[in-house]
């Protein structure tokens, strides 16, 4: 079993959907958990970070975490053709991170 | 934000030849920087962890003695990839991290021929 599980998708939405994405995980160790974007051939920029279980919202995007269920989701609302990229769920405990497959978001005008 | 910048942003090289690549925290001072290689629609896989004045760390399965890490100040670390193979050809990503955040380097695109 893989640390992080993350579908892969591709996932395909219209214009102004609330898009979902998800990640599990298997390491109650993980404290930090994180979301990154990436466009093609781009390095990977953060997006949202928390620490605690609960949600965090940050404008449209809404990250939520259930360390119970080790759970992590992100949520985009009304979503953009900008919003096309890939999708990493990252979470970490010291000096440890572990990444997921990332999701692959297209968002069709 | 922090900001960190790699360089070259991409590169091709001849099978046999060495390449570094430099990995720069420009407005703050990362003391562990973090080397990652992405191929073709996968994730990143971490290679090595990179402390300021100290060995690198390498995961399992990556030759410290083919990945080379140096670094050497608190804003600069650099790999290079020596005696490159075609299957070393991927994206290479630094990270610089400050306390648990992780910020990001464009990535450099290592293609051997």
């Known amino acids: 079993q893989k640390e992080v599980e993350q579908d892969p998708g591709p996932l395909s939405v219209p214009e102004g959907a609330i898009v979902s994405l998800n990640c599990t995980y298997s390491n109650s160790a993980f404290q930090y958990f994180m979301w990154y974007r990436q466009y093609s051939r781009k390095g990977p920029e953060l997006l949202m970070y928390?620490?605690?279980?609960g949600n965090k919202e940050d404008g449209r995007f809404t990250a939520q975490v259930d360390k119970s269920s080790k759970y992590i989701s992100l949520f985009i609302r009304d979503s953009q053709p900008s919003d096309s990229a890939t999708y990493l769920c990252?979470?970490?405990?010291?000096?440890?991170?572990?990444f997921g497959a990332g999701t692959r978001l297209t968002v069709k005008p | 934000g922090a900001v960190v910048s790699q360089h070259p942003s991409r590169v091709i090289c001849k099978s046999g030849t060495s390449v570094k690549i430099e990995c720069r925290s420009l407005d703050f001072q990362a003391t562990t920087m973090f080397w990652y290689r992405q191929f073709p629609k996968q994730s990143l896989m971490l290679m090595a962890t990179s402390n300021e004045g100290s060995k690198a760390t390498y995961e399992q399965g990556v030759e410290k003695d083919k990945f080379l890490i140096n670094h050497a100040s608190l804003t600069l670390s650099t790999l290079t990839v020596t005696s490159a193979h075609p299957e070393d050809s991927s994206f290479y990503i630094c990270?610089?991290?400050?306390?648990?955040?992780?910020?990001f380097g464009p990535g450099t695109r290592l293609t051997v021929l």
């Open positions: 990270s610089a991290s400050i306390g648990s955040e992780q910020f």
């Open positions: 990252a979470m970490s405990a010291i000096n440890d991170m572990r």
């Open positions: 928390t620490y605690s279980s």
